[in-house]
């Protein structure tokens, strides 16, 4: 398994933007990572996702055209771009891997994911 740590969360205005962080050890071009969050009382949802190669992702209905997501294996760190964030966006955000076999693989099952970081909080004010 890979250990996974998040950073950049924090308090944004609505319409504002934030950049987080998943920073991992071990390999991460062996893994297929996703962003989750949860809100309080919501179960966790998967928000978007991306192959190991980078060349797919996934993306939720309620952050397409807001969200990006992007990987840096050499870095072995995966990024979650967030604009026009909206109060609705408020949740603690996790990331998350699944060890794949295939380049374009995008897993989109959140039993599917086996390693999980600690999560970071992102609140967006009305």
């Known amino acids: 398994q890979v250990q996974l740590v998040e950073s950049g969360g924090g308090l944004v205005q609505a319409g504002g933007s934030l950049r987080l962080s998943c920073a991992a050890s071990?390999?991460?071009?062996?893994?297929?990572m996703g962003w989750f969050r949860q809100a309080p009382g919501k179960e966790r949802e998967l928000v978007t996702a991306i192959s190991r190669s980078g060349g797919s992702t996934f993306y939720a209905d309620s952050v397409k055209g807001r969200i990006t997501i992007s990987r840096d294996n050499a870095k072995n760190t995966v990024y979650l771009q967030m604009n026009s964030l909206r109060p609705e966006d408020t949740a603690v955000y996790y990331c998350?891997?699944?060890?794949?076999?295939?380049?374009?693989?995008?897993?989109?099952?959140?039993?599917?994911?086996?390693?999980w970081g600690q999560g970071t909080q992102v609140t967006v004010s009305s």
């Open positions: 071990g390999t991460l071009s062996n893994y297929a």
């Open positions: 998350a891997a699944d060890r794949v076999y295939t380049d374009s693989y995008v897993p989109i099952r959140r039993v599917q994911y086996e390693s």
